[in-house]
């Protein structure tokens, strides 16, 4: 059987809460990145970006943004969630957070622009877990917050964030999760 087909049968995110920081490869994140941008998009409008947050900028946007925006949010917090959002980006050796860009034109719509961006997302994930790395794509609170948007370079008013990308160090083997009967998602005409 063919490797690529083989991997993407068997292909399984490991959850960030359980991966760990690890030595990322620059050239393996750059060919994460390269491959992250190689996707179908009609008009070659680039309506995507890519912030790739690593080393001190994991801890930087955790103390000054996630903690003081996730307090603000919710009051209640308890000191081990304000730790957990403190820490959160931590928890790999690189996030990578995939803005949606939309730009305007007069033929091409907007969703497949966001088709386009999700595309993304999905190539970095491919791309990482293929070179052996943890990696997983989530849109938590944070992904919505219009601080940390313009700190990663989005326009609150007008952008979106796609998703974070982690990427780090597998501690343990993903465990498989139920997958949908190909019978009962797949119709033929």
């Known amino acids: 059987m063919n490797n690529v087909i083989n991997f993407l049968k068997t292909r399984r995110s490991t959850t960030a809460k359980t991966m760990i920081s690890g030595h990322i490869n620059e050239s393996d994140l750059n060919d994460i990145l390269a491959c992250g941008i190689r996707v179908p998009d009609h008009g070659a409008l680039n309506p995507w970006s890519l912030t790739v947050i690593i080393d ?54 907007s969703w497949e622009m966001e088709l386009s961006t999700g595309a993304v997302c999905s190539n970095i994930l491919i791309a990482a877990q293929s070179l052996g790395y943890a990696a997983q794509w989530l849109t938590e609170w944070y992904a919505y917050n219009k601080r940390l948007m313009m700190a990663l370079g989005a326009n609150p008013n007008k952008d979106k964030i796609a998703g974070f990308i982690y990427i780090g160090k597998k501690v343990t083997k993903p465990k498989e999760r139920t997958r949908p009967n190909i019978n009962e998602v797949v119709d033929y005409i």
Not at 90 to 98: G, N, P, T
Request: aromatic share 12%; charged share 30%.
């Open 56 to 109: 001190n900028a994991r801890s930087r946007i955790g103390r000054e943004i996630l903690v003081p925006e996730y307090v603000r949010n919710y009051p209640e917090a308890t000191e081990e969630e304000i730790f957990f959002e403190k820490n959160r980006f931590l928890r790999a050796s690189a996030v990578i957070a995939v803005l949606f860009k939309p730009v305007s034109h007069p033929k091409i719509p």
